[in-house]
């Protein structure tokens, strides 16, 4: 059974940090890339980062650059979204999901999702 859980969400304050989790099982966690993606109430779906296995393509929305870093654990099948310098807009669901590449954060729908962990920022 292909399964992606996230994990790490929670509150913070604006400037905090956060670590999401995405772990994953099912599947040859080698040949996909792994993104994360957010949404907020009453928002589109936005891509905000992504990693091929290898980590040779990364990718950042304008949105977190410089604050949100992505890392992939092989060994673990985990890949990690560090989230520094957070802000009240970077509140939402944070879903991490499986795909041939990182075009999937152009907006196809990915090939497995996880489901979500919610990130509150606070003022």
């Known amino acids: 059974e292909v399964q992606l859980v996230e994990s790490g969400g929670g509150l913070v304050q604006a400037g905090g940090s956060l670590r999401l989790s995405c772990a994953a099982s099912g599947f040859t966690f080698d040949d996909y890339a792994i993104a994360w993606f957010r949404q907020a109430p009453g928002k589109e779906r936005e891509g905000v980062s992504c990693?091929?296995?290898?980590?040779?393509?990364?990718y950042y929305a304008d949105s977190v650059k410089g604050r949100f870093t992505i890392s992939s654990d092989n060994a673990k099948n985990t890949v990690y979204l560090q989230m520094n310098s957070l802000k009240p807009d970077d509140t939402a669901v944070y879903y991490c999901a499986a795909d041939r590449d990182c075009t999937v954060v152009a907006g196809r729908v990915p090939w497995a999702w996880g489901q979500g962990t919610q990130v509150t920022v606070s003022s």
């Open positions: 990693t091929s296995s290898s980590e040779t393509t990364t």
